[in-house]
């Protein structure tokens, strides 16, 4: 199995058990652009929640941290469920999948900004740094393959596509709230939140310049 099947599995399951509450939800009215909304709501209220406990929380207290993680990935749903409402409502539209994706890019620089800021504000401008690169990563990623399909070509090649982001950058705040009081007296709990920032950074400006790669070999044949 490869990955890319292995996601797609992932993602068919996702939408079995999210069918019967995404046509209920349009029943009552809701709209794809509304849960988009709530979906960008989510996650600045997540990147508050970094902000407020690198402003009012001691340094070795991580629990807002978790919360964090927990309210982005619990939004980050919606990006699923928009999507998947559209297209079994008949709902699709081309100011949908704009206004879709341009608040997906919103998300990621409001959740990992506000991850930065946490950083810098516990004397970790490295690690900022690293998110900072990491966001780059997650931003090109999306706009190499958007310049591709504006010249009309498929680009989804490598790893690091939102869905991965979103679940390293969730689980690794998760974690560093719940495993902070166990672990902290053998090492730094901070690494729990880095180490998907270190991965991503690598893996999403590699899946990038993959893709700049791909979009070359297309056109070179042409």
């Known amino acids: 199995m490869t990955f890319q099947q292995f996601r797609d599995g992932i993602q068919h399951a996702v939408y079995f058990l999210i069918d019967k509450p995404v046509r209920l939800l349009v029943k009552i009215g809701v709209t794809p652009n509304m849960m988009t909304t709530v ?12 902000i407020y406990s690198a ?8 629990t807002l941290v978790g919360y964090a993680g927990l309210v982005t990935i619990l939004f980050s749903i919606f990006d699923m469920v928009d999507g998947y409402m559209a297209r079994t409502a008949n709902l699709c539209s081309t100011f949908g999948a704009f206004y879709d ?8 620089l409001f959740t990992l900004s506000g991850m930065a800021f946490y950083f810098v504000q516990h004397g970790y401008s490295w690690a900022a740094v690293v998110t900072f690169l990491s966001l780059i990563g997650s931003i090109m990623v999306s706009y190499v393959r958007a310049r591709a399909e504006g010249l009309g070509l498929e680009c989804k090649v490598g790893l690091m596509q939102r869905p991965e982001r979103v679940v390293l950058t969730s689980l690794g705040a998760m974690l560093c709230g719940m495993l902070a009081p166990i672990v902290r007296d053998s090492f730094n709990p901070m690494w729990i ?28 044949g042409k």
């Open 101 to 108: 994706s341009v608040l997906d890019r919103y998300c990621e």
């Open 39 to 50: 979906g960008l709501l989510g996650n600045l209220f997540a990147a508050s929640l970094f």
């Open 55 to 62: 402003l009012y929380r001691p340094a070795d207290d991580f």
């Open 193 to 220: 939140l880095l180490v998907p920032q270190i991965l991503i950074a690598l893996l999403a400006n590699y899946t990038a310049f993959l893709r700049i790669h791909h979009v070359y070999k297309l056109l070179k």
